[in-house]
């Protein structure tokens, strides 16, 4: 059974940084696509990044210079950098894995998910 855990939420102040972690087990996906997503409060579920061991990475425009997504391939890891975190970073943060070099922000092509980790930026 594939199984993702995020890991490393909690309370921020603006400005501040935090790194989230997702590991993987039951299923390698260093030939596949690891991402993030997060929920804001009252908000649908919307993609942060994404990373295609064997192709590229893509981020959403709201965290594109703020944020970096990188991993770990051969522990089936990603980790999710987050720097200069604004109150409207606050959401829920999902892990979630797809087949393939996936480069769509869909969150349909992603078979797995985590339950995800809460981040909290306060002003």
């Known amino acids: 059974q594939v199984q993702l855990v995020e890991s490393g939420g909690g309370l921020v102040q603006a400005g501040g940084s935090m790194r989230v972690s997702c590991v993987a087990s039951g299923r390698t996906f260093s030939r596949d696509t690891m991402a993030w997503f997060r929920q804001p409060p009252g908000k649908e579920r919307e993609f942060v990044a994404r990373?295609?061991?064997?192709?590229?990475?893509d981020y959403a425009d709201s965290v594109k210079g703020r944020f970096t997504i990188s991993g770990d391939s051969g522990k089936n890891t990603v980790y999710l950098q987050m720097n200069s975190l604004r109150t409207e970073d606050t959401a829920v943060y999902y892990c979630a894995a797809g087949q393939g070099a996936i480069y769509s922000r869909g969150r349909d092509l992603y078979d797995y998910w985590g339950q995800g980790t809460q981040v909290t930026v306060s002003s």
């Open positions: 990373l295609a061991w064997l192709g590229g990475t």
